[in-house]
Each structure stands twice: as structure tokens, then as C-alpha cells.
């Protein structure tokens, strides 16, 4: 009989202990944060690390940095498509910036990463831009399906970071010119105060946070604490072998007939060049603050956080004034760092990553199964030290022309260059990908123009070869990137990693 008690004794405490190991926090899906900012090249993000390392100690350091991370159009809006839908901008129908009300119009908000994780119990937030000409059609206080916060500019240009209006879940908030109404800031305190709350009040539910600031983007403008130029005297935009370029004779014609940059003009790059880093400091507050709360709040190590740009930006190379949505390294490059569990710190991947790749990813983390339409493919295997052996070998490259346009309520009368004046579609390989060469960056042009690049032995793009390519090199590219751009979903990754 006492044998048998001590047996049950023994029984119910160890159910006790299992029960308290077996709290929600530890047994749900793990959360995920992304941080998107605008704009930011690979070039202006290593010179941060090297003045400001925050952002890098807290995340790249601590899990995985990607040296090769693309965007498929290297544009605002198209490349928040292919975040939200991880489909290529041919799937998404998405090209340029003035684009919402088609995103809208065709039912493409119905289906997105914030739907298929609300559905899977996540908590979801949308905090910061979403497309640039957002709410056009939809009302002022429209929120799309599948979010259940929602916080994103709908008046004013949030992109100067003051005087700008706010959807703050189905009611409009005005900020005005206060060092508190920093756009940055106030992005990184509502991210901060979402986090406490669901913690909180939904401790058992996992949580998908999407927090978008608008810098690194033009004018740059940098938090009051960090808005002084003269903070970095003797900075000024990289003189790259490709900078204002004196012979552009192998160049297609839009750029043949740009001039060369005048001393005005590459003054105000090297000013914007400042203002753009300088305006990075206020980002690397706010992984900081998210940082410190997650970790203070106990869900630090079930957190995957993600920091990547929407596309790069030229100031230039070329000879073609700051801008972005060109064909170029510059524009196509962007910055991806990544920790959480189960990823090695300090990991260095190498394979070809893209924007569309985000949301099956996150789709991945929350044990969703993705819609077919999706074109990207999950990073999860690579930051967990198991790459397939299936992986792109290249990635298709888009582009609409938006010609030259105002930035819509821009404060100055500077015109940003956002594509060249022709549309093009192209490919960017990666190593010994292709016919023995590689990487290669190739591009076809509406106006028949060809440009081909051995990006081993010419990372800076100043010799087009395609006049010494071979005939039969030329036609597999062609039937290649023809391929690729009638591709979807499976039929465009199988492509992607079959060569002709």
C-alpha cells in the first residue's frame, strides 16, 4: 500500500513538473520579425556596419548574413508584391510604383503571407509603409485581409518623416514637426508596444510582425538627435570604377546619351550619401528597442528576425544621378540578415536569395503550406545548415519603364531617376551556373539592346561582352529567360535551376 502511494505520489509530481515545462510560450510556433527598409544598397549598409554596427551585432552576427540577396524589380511597390505574395512581378502584375490600386483591384490582398499565418493562429502587424500610393482606391481607414494590427501612412510624405497622417487600425491619426513625430521613431515604439501587448494578452500565440521604415530613402531625412551633416565631414557616395563613367559607348543608348555628372550634381549625392547613413542610425535605434523588448519580454529565442531593403540604389555609377531600378549590381543588391533558432551565429550563406523567397519562408517557420501560386522557395534549409541540392540557379530580372518622374509631394524640385526609359527583362546566375561561365549578369532591352556581363572578372559592369558572346550562348540565355518569364510557381523554380 505504501508502494503504491509513493508510486502515485511519484506519478502526479511528474505530471506537474510536464505540465509547467509545457507552458504556451514554449510549445507555440515561433514569432517572426521583419524590418524592410527603403532603398538600402548593400554599399551604404556595409559603410553603417563600419560607422554603427548595431544592426549587424544584433542580427547578422548573432544568425546568418546572405552576400548574394536580390530583388527580382528593384522598385518600392512591385517589390512589396513580391514580399507579400512571394511571386515574381510577370505573377503579381505589379511593375511600378503607382500600383496599389491594381494590387487592389485584382483581388491580390485576398491571398498574402499576413492571411495564410493568420490562419495558422498568428497574430499579425503591419507597422509602417505599405505601397506607396496606399489607400487610392480604398478608403482612408481600409485594412486589408489578414492583418489584425494595422498602423500604415495614409496622408501627408511620411518619407520627409514628419507631417504625415496614420491608420492606426480604422482611425486616422495626424503627426505633425515635433522630434517626437519622427516617422522611425514612432514605427519603433508602436512595433515595441504591439510586442508587449500580444505577449501579454495572447501569451500562447505566436506573433508575425512586419514593421517597414521609409529610410534609407530620399531626402534621407536623419532623427533630429543625428540630423547634421557635418557629423561625417569627409564622407561622401563611393567612387566605384563605374562612378560618373568616362566611356559608356558599350552601354545601351539611354545611357550613351546621359552626360557625365556635373560637380553640382555629384555634390548633392555626396550630401544625400550622409543623410542616407545618417537616417540608418535612427533604423539601428529601433532593432535595439525591438531587441530589448523581445528579449525582456522571454520570447528573444523563439523569435526569428529578419532585416532585408525593398531594393538598392545607385548614385553614379554609370553616370546616372541617385535612383534605383536599373539592371545594375547597385540597385539589384540588398542586405539580408537573419537570426533565430536553430541558426548558427556568425553563418555566411552564398546562394542566390531573393525577395520573393520571404513569405514561403515565413510560411515555412509557421508550418503553413504555401499557395501554389507561390514562385520563391523557402531559406529555412540554408539557415539551418541543410541546403538543397535543387537551388536557383539564376533569377529573373523585371522591369516596366516609369521614365523619369516627381517624387509625389516631394519638398524639393529634385527629380529621382527610378528606370532607365525602355523596359527590360534579364537574368543574374550565380557561379559556375551556366555553359562553364558565371556569375553572370545578362539583360535584354524592348529596344533590342543586349548587355552581358562576366561578374567575376567585371563586378563593376563596365565592359558589355554580349558583342563576344557566341552564337549558341546567346540563344540558350534567350530560351532560358524566355523560359523563366512564362514560368510560375513550379514551373518557374524548376527553370530557374534547369539550364538549357
Not at 542616407?276 to 523581445?294: G, P, Y
Not at 531593403?309 to 553616370?319: A, C, L, T, Y
Request: net charge neutral; charged share 15%.
Amino acid at each position: 500500500m505504501i508502494k503504491s502511494r509513493l508510486l502515485f505520489g511519484i506519478s502526479l509530481l511528474l505530471q506537474l513538473v510536464l505540465s509547467i515545462g509545457c507552458t504556451p510560450a514554449q510549445a507555440k510556433q515561433p514569432n517572426i520579425v521583419f524590418i524592410l527598409t527603403d532603398d538600402l544598397d548593400q554599399g551604404v549598409f556595409k559603410h553603417l556596419t563600419a560607422i554603427d554596427d548595431r544592426i549587424h551585432r544584433l542580427i547578422g552576427a548573432q544568425g546568418a548574413t546572405f552576400y548574394n540577396s536580390f530583388v527580382s524589380v528593384a522598385v518600392c511597390s512591385p517589390s512589396r508584391a513580391s514580399i507579400f505574395r512571394g511571386q515574381l512581378a510577370h505573377n503579381t502584375g505589379i511593375y511600378t510604383n503607382y500600383s496599389y490600386d491594381k494590387f487592389y483591384a485584382d483581388g491580390r490582398e485576398n491571398s498574402t503571407v499576413a492571411t495564410w499565418l493568420q490562419a495558422a493562429g498568428y497574430r499579425t502587424a503591419l507597422i509602417g509603409n505599405y505601397f506607396n500610393t496606399y489607400p487610392n482606391p480604398g478608403a482612408a481607414t481600409h485594412i486589408p485581409p489578414g492583418w489584425n494590427h494595422w498602423i500604415v501612412p495614409n496622408g501627408g510624405y511620411w518619407y520627409d518623416q514628419f507631417n504625415y497622417s496614420l491608420n492606426e487600425n480604422g482611425v486616422t491619426v495626424y503627426y505633425g514637426d515635433a522630434s517626437a513625430d519622427y516617422f522611425v521613431d514612432v514605427l519603433s515604439n508602436k512595433a515595441a508596444a504591439f510586442i508587449n501587448y500580444t505577449v501579454t494578452r495572447f501569451p500562447a500565440k505566436p506573433f508575425f510582425l512586419y514593421i517597414s521604415p521609409t529610410v534609407p530613402h530620399h531626402p534621407g531625412t536623419p532623427a533630429p538627435r543625428y540630423a547634421y551633416n557635418d557629423m561625417l565631414p569627409n564622407v561622401r557616395a563611393p567612387r566605384t570604377a563605374s562612378f560618373n563613367e568616362a566611356d559608356v559607348s558599350d552601354k545601351p543608348a539611354w545611357i550613351q546619351s546621359t552626360p557625365r555628372l556635373t560637380s553640382a550634381q555629384i555634390g548633392e549625392m555626396d550630401y544625400l550619401y550622409r543623410n542616407r547613413l545618417l537616417s540608418m542610425k535612427a533604423v539601428a535605434d529601433l532593432v535595439e528597442n525591438l531587441i530589448n523588448t523581445l528579449r525582456a519580454k522571454g520570447e528573444l529565442a523563439n523569435t526569428y528576425i529578419f532585416f532585408g531593403s525593398d531594393n538598392g540604389f545607385h548614385q553614379g555609377q554609370h553616370r546616372i544621378d541617385s535612383g534605383k531600378n536599373t539592371a545594375y549590381d547597385e540597385d539589384l543588391r540588398v542586405p539580408l540578415e537573419v537570426r533565430g533558432p536553430g541558426i548558427a551565429p556568425g553563418t555566411l550563406l552564398g546562394p542566390i536569395v531573393a525577395n520573393i523567397d520571404y513569405a514561403p519562408t515565413w510560411a515555412d517557420i509557421a508550418g503553413v503550406t504555401p499557395p501554389e501560386f507561390v514562385d520563391g522557395r523557402s531559406l529555412l534549409p540554408l539557415l539551418r545548415g541543410s541546403p538543397p541540392s535543387n537551388w536557383r540557379k539564376a533569377l529573373l530580372l523585371e522591369h516596366r519603364s516609369e521614365i523619369f518622374f516627381r517624387e509625389a509631394g516631394a519638398t524639393s524640385d529634385s527629380k529621382m531617376f527610378i528606370g532607365p526609359p525602355v523596359n527590360f527583362v534579364g537574368l543574374r546566375t550565380k557561379d559556375q551556373a551556366f555553359a562553364g561561365v558565371g556569375p553572370i549578369a545578362y539583360v535584354e532591352y524592348g529596344s533590342g539592346e543586349r548587355e552581358y556581363y562576366n561578374m567575376v572578372n567585371d563586378p563593376n559592369q563596365l565592359r558589355n561582352n554580349y558583342s563576344e558572346v557566341s552564337p549558341v550562348l546567346k540563344a540558350k540565355l534567350h530560351t532560358w529567360l524566355g523560359t523563366m518569364l512564362h514560368g510560375a510557381g513550379k514551373s518557374l523554380r524548376d527553370a530557374e535551376q534547369t539550364p538549357p
